[in-house]
Nanobody, 117 residues
Framework: QVQLTESGGGLVQPGGSLELSCVASVSILTFNPMGWYRQAPGKQRELVAIITPYGTTTYADSVKGRFTISRDNTKNKLNLQMNSLKPEDTAVYYC???????????WGQGTQVTVSG
């Protein structure tokens, strides 16, 4: 069973930074893509950023230039560096991973990010 475990959420003031991490229980080489999504209260879950095994990235317009997604295939780890945080970035952030060969997908349990101050 594949498990994704997120960490790094918390409370930060506007303009601050946080780094989220997601560690997989298996090799991430077959995950294509991996990504981060978020869900704010009363809103639908939305894409934040995704990354392929080859390093190709896609970002939501709302986070371009502020967030950076990266993956370390040797550590089975996905990261999201979030800078210049805004109150509207407040949400539960979820790690996701797709395995097209096996036709399955996985989600982490989520980590809360609150931007307030």
């Amino acid at each position: 069973q594949v498990q994704l475990t997120e960490s790094g959420g918390g409370l930060v003031q506007p303009g601050g930074s946080l780094e989220l991490s997601c560690v997989a229980s298996v090799s991430i080489l077959t995950f294509n893509p991996m990504g981060w999504y978020r869900q704010a209260p009363g809103k639908q879950r939305e894409l934040v950023a995704i990354i392929t095994p080859y390093g190709t990235t896609t970002y939501a317009d709302s986070v371009k230039g502020r967030f950076t997604i990266s993956r370390d295939n040797t550590k089975n780890k996905l990261n999201l560096q979030m800078n210049s945080l805004k109150p509207e970035d407040t949400a539960v952030y979820y790690c996701s991973a797709d395995r097209p060969y096996f036709r399955d997908s996985f989600w982490g349990q989520g980590t809360q990010v609150t931007v307030s101050g």
